[in-house]
């Protein structure tokens, strides 16, 4: 059973900062590709950041130098990195861990920037 549980959402004021941290447990092998999504009300879910298991990385126009996705292998744990925060980024933030076979989604975080 694995299970795919994300922190760090919050309230912030535009033009601030924060991580997100998403943290896969249980039997997790293999190679999978590690994506941030998000939600907005009334929006479909839609693709933020993701990052390949050979380091490859790629971000929606809307957040490029201004998120940035990481992680740690050993722990399969992925972070997303977000400055300079806008109103527009308010959303729930979605962990998915994917490959061929098996793909997991967290429960999402709030993330709300106040103007």
């Known amino acids: 059973q694995v299970q795919v549980v994300e922190s760090g959402g919050g309230l912030v004021q535009a033009g601030g900062s924060l991580r997100l941290s998403c943290a896969a447990s249980g039997s997790i092998f293999g190679r999978y590709v590690m994506g941030w999504y998000r939600q907005a009300p009334g929006k479909e879910r839609e693709l933020v950041a993701a990052l390949s298991s050979g380091g490859s990385t790629g971000y929606a126009d809307s957040v490029k130098g201004r998120f940035t996705i990481s992680r740690v292998n050993a722990k399969n744990t992925v972070y997303l990195q977000m400055n300079s925060l806008k109103p527009e980024d308010t959303a729930v933030y979605y962990c998915?861990?994917?490959?061929?076979?098996?793909?997991?989604w967290g429960q999402g975080t709030q993330v709300t920037v106040s103007s």
């Open positions: 998915r861990f994917s490959n061929v076979e098996r793909d997991y």
